[in-house]
């Protein structure tokens, strides 16, 4: 899976422009980010710096992924039966739907392409990628295989 970004900036600059987070802060999680690894994202969220979801418009900017907020979304207990909760859960994806050999998938990590290469040889079918916010899959997830 290639993906093509809209832009060459790094994703922290990004932010900047956009004036969700500013240039002290992203110096702050950059050093986070060397001494302890992780996504950038994640760091700048756990810092209380910026929001999932301003992390999600974003990454949909940049990779022109369709932001997909889940809370009001109601998911088809037949998606069970797709996807397991193990990958769901391992991958943190939200099966949402899947019409003949096409699957919509909700994803905090949209360019994991482990998961969407998993997802489509497990199912046999094309992924069609959603971004959402890791909150809102990890409650859909459980609002979902609970239900089952």
Not at 7 to 27: A, H
Not at 47 to 59: V, Y
Not at 111 to 124: M, Q, R
């Amino acid at each position: 899976m290639y993906l093509k970004r809209k832009t060459d900036k790094p994703f922290g600059e990004i932010l900047v422009e956009r004036g969700l987070i500013d240039r002290k802060q992203l110096g702050v999680a950059l050093e986070v980010q060397r001494e302890k690894g992780g996504m950038l994202g994640e760091i700048l969220v756990a810092l209380e710096f910026i929001r999932e979801d301003q992390i999600a418009h974003t990454l949909s900017l940049i990779y022109g992924f369709p932001y997909l907020p889940l809370e009001n979304y109601e998911v088809s207990s037949e998606m069970t039966q797709v996807i397991p909760r193990r990958i769901a859960e391992h991958y943190c994806i939200l099966p949402v739907d899947k019409i003949g050999d096409s699957i919509t998938l909700a994803m905090a990590n949209p360019l994991n392409s482990y998961a969407v290469e998993d997802v489509e040889y497990l199912t046999h079918c094309e992924a069609q990628i959603f971004i959402s916010t890791t909150s809102d899959i990890r409650n859909a997830i459980e609002a979902l295989y609970e239900r089952k």
